[in-house]
């Protein structure tokens, strides 16, 4: 069956601009993870949703990111102002019940100049 | 901040010979994960193995896990050229996200 899609593959902006970023977990899926990965280093987390709901959104770095799920399916991850520090690999993941395994996109290449 | 440790961070080996990997982790977890990148993109689980297991085998890949040592180790044997990728150890917070480790970069030369 289908995996996990993320949209779009590669986004490049200019600082202070508002990005999303999309991502389409496997059907079915009723937990959803957003993580961000620098040059060199493992992805670190941002934000799971349980269905609808943000389970835990302590990896959120400030109040510039934002994410919403609103049907428990498809999921946004929201920046405003984006900084040049901002630029990384965003990868969404999902899973069958959250305590299992998760599976992963592609990722979106985020480009701040 | 990031729980896990890979050890090494970089591995370089021949084809056919076994590649092994380490991971040491800080708490407590109800399983460890190891996944695979290719090209800084998205990571393919490679296997899972629960706290109360002691080893899990998968095709050429064996892993085991020590709880009393916070450690796990991914061996893969006869490795091939196509093995050549990132190597991420992951373990589980309470809340079901994962917290990586930096990755152990593997080159498997032809």
């Known amino acids: 069956g289908a995996g996990v899609s993320q949209t779009p593959s590669n986004k490049v902006t200019e600082k202070g601009k508002y990005v999303e970023l999309r991502c389409d977990p496997i059907?079915?899926?009723?937990?959803l993870y957003w993580y961000r990965q620098s040059l060199g280093q493992g992805p670190e987390f941002l934000i799971y949703f349980q269905g609808t709901g943000a389970a835990d959104d302590s990896g959120l770095p400030n109040d510039r990111f934002f994410a919403v799920r609103p049907e428990g399916s498809v999921s946004t991850l929201k920046i405003q102002r984006t900084e040049r520090g901002d630029s990384a690999v965003y990868l969404c993941?999902?899973?069958?019940?959250?305590?299992?395994?998760?599976?992963f996109g592609p990722g979106t290449r985020l480009t701040v100049l | 901040s990031q729980q896990g440790e890979e050890d090494p961070q970089a591995l370089s080996i021949q084809e056919g010979e076994n590649a092994t990997m380490n991971c040491s982790y800080k708490?407590?977890?109800?399983?460890l994960q190891w996944y695979r990148q290719n090209s800084g993109r998205g990571l393919v689980h490679l296997i899972l193995i629960r706290s109360n297991e002691r080893e899990k085998h998968s095709g050429r890949l064996r892993v085991t896990l020590d709880t009393s040592k916070k450690s796990s180790s991914l061996l893969i044997t006869a490795s091939r050229a196509a093995d050549t990728a990132s190597y991420f150890c992951a373990t589980d917070a309470p809340s079901g996200k994962l917290i990586f480790g930096q990755g152990t970069e593997l080159s498997v030369k032809p």
């Open positions: 993941a999902s899973s069958l019940y959250g305590t299992d395994t998760q599976y």
């Open positions: 059907s079915g899926h009723t937990a």
């Open positions: 708490t407590s977890i109800n399983n």
